[in-house]
């Protein structure tokens, strides 16, 4: 058999709108998710003014690092320390497991590099501290917090 033309001839081009249609969108998702992808640590720095905690939060767990790079671990009022890493690990594991909502700071001396905090985040982060804090000075005061 024969096949029979109905006058329509065949096209040999590709039709690219849609392809661009396509690309525009892909175009539009990566501008948008591309800054969202940065990589890092999360950390809400604190500011010089920040506004002090509300009084009727719990009493914070506050891990404090010294110029020297010791660290003390303030529980209630009382005060553990120098102690290593895996001593303070267990202090927050256990106080946290008390209490999961228990806000959790870290008090350090400016002259204290930034790869000590680091390591201070990590030990409260292994212990079970969802988020953590900057206690900071009042600009213009000569006191420590």
């Avoid at 009022?77 to 106080?95: E, L």
């Amino acid at each position: 058999m024969a096949q029979v033309s109905r006058g329509r001839k065949l096209m040999g081009e590709i039709n690219v709108v849609p392809y661009i249609d396509v690309m525009l969108v892909l175009l539009i998702i990566f501008m948008i998710t591309a800054p969202l992808l940065t990589q890092g640590v999360k950390v809400n720095l604190p500011q010089a003014a920040a506004k002090p905690l509300p009084s009727a939060q719990n009493n914070p767990l506050v891990l404090s690092v010294t110029r020297d790079g010791g660290l003390y671990l303030s529980v209630n009022g009382t005060t553990v320390g120098p102690a290593g890493a895996h001593r303070i690990g267990a202090r927050v594991s256990a106080a946290l497991a008390a209490d999961p909502t228990r806000p959790v700071m870290i008090k350090a001396d400016t002259a204290v590099s930034y790869g000590v905090i680091v390591r201070a985040m990590v030990i409260l982060q292994d212990a079970g501290a969802r988020k953590v804090g900057f206690i900071t000075q009042p600009p213009g005061s000569g006191q420590s917090p």
